[in-house]
């Protein structure tokens, strides 16, 4: 009984065809052969996140850290083919792997791969994400029903501060890597926890805000890896 052995199980269980099938594997693969870390989001997780662009009816997605493109891919598949996704990678060795995998994996709809520094995109303000994507028909207003976030983690807090100005009303944030072994809950002594201080200044964001822009949670996960969990905050 072992939380690895268990995903494995439910991968054997629960892997869908369209999404989690031998095209993704040899994405991966291709990861690895490149020598990138091993941290793409966990099949299980994967479908999670196609779950929820599917039941929001989700058209147009926003990423940030697009690594191998495993979880763009997941995310592109559960959209209409009309559906258009936008994903950030700061690495152009990172962004090249992930281009060649979304053309051998036919992704679709075909993300489009912005490659630099995540602030530097988001906030240019001659940039491609100077104003949101145009209102989606019976949306109230302009922008991306869905983000996902999975990036540096010390700059969290301005992503999820992109994310507001980018993202429509009820539209839905997901933050990867939010837990973090239990050290998000725990104060930092004399050094300050890269991994830890964006989230913690985005948690005490909305604290204050005291429900009044988002509804927020936070799920706490054993997978392959280790103790972690993500984010999920929908704008209201
Ligand atoms: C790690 C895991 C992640 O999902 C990530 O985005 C970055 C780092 C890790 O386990 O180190
Ligand atoms: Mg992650």
């Known amino acids: 009984r072992t939380a690895a052995g268990t995903e494995a199980y439910l991968v054997r269980k629960l892997a869908h065809h369209e ?5 993704l594997d ?4 291709r990861a690895d052969e490149e020598g990138m870390p ?3 989001i966990p ?10 662009a599917k039941s929001m ?14 979880s763009t891919h997941y995310l592109a598949t559960a959209l209409p083919a009309h559906g258009q996704i936008d994903t950030i990678e700061a690495s152009p060795a990172h962004a090249k792997v992930a281009q060649a995998n979304f053309l051998a994996m036919d992704t679709c709809p075909f993300p489009t791969t912005h490659v630099g520094k995540a602030l530097k995109l988001l906030r240019d303000p001659a940039g491609p994400f100077k104003d949101p994507p145009g209102t ?3 949306m109230p207003e302009p922008g991306y029903d869905l983000a996902f976030v999975d990036a540096n983690k010390d700059e969290y807090f301005e992503y999820f501060q992109e994310c507001l100005r980018l993202v429509r009303k009820g539209g839905v944030m997901v933050f990867d ?20 201080s964006g989230l913690r200044k985005m948690y005490d964001w909305i604290e204050k805000d005291g429900g009044k822009t988002v509804l927020a949670s936070a799920i706490q996960t054993v997978g392959d890896k280790s ?4 984010a999920i905050v929908y704008k209201l």
Do not use: S
């Open 26 to 29: 040899a994405a991966q693969a």
């Open 38 to 40: 091993r941290i793409a």
């Open 43 to 52: 099949k299980m997780l994967g479908q999670m996140l196609a779950i929820l």
């Open 177 to 196: 890597n939010a837990i973090r072994n239990g050290r998000i809950a725990v104060p930092d002594g004399t050094k300050v926890d890269p991994d830890c």
């Open 227 to 230: 103790w972690d969990g993500f």
């Open 57 to 70: 009816r989700a058209e147009r997605v926003l990423e940030i850290g697009t690594l191998a493109g495993i």
């Open 19 to 23: 999404y989690t099938n031998a095209a």
């Open 136 to 138: 989606m028909e019976g």
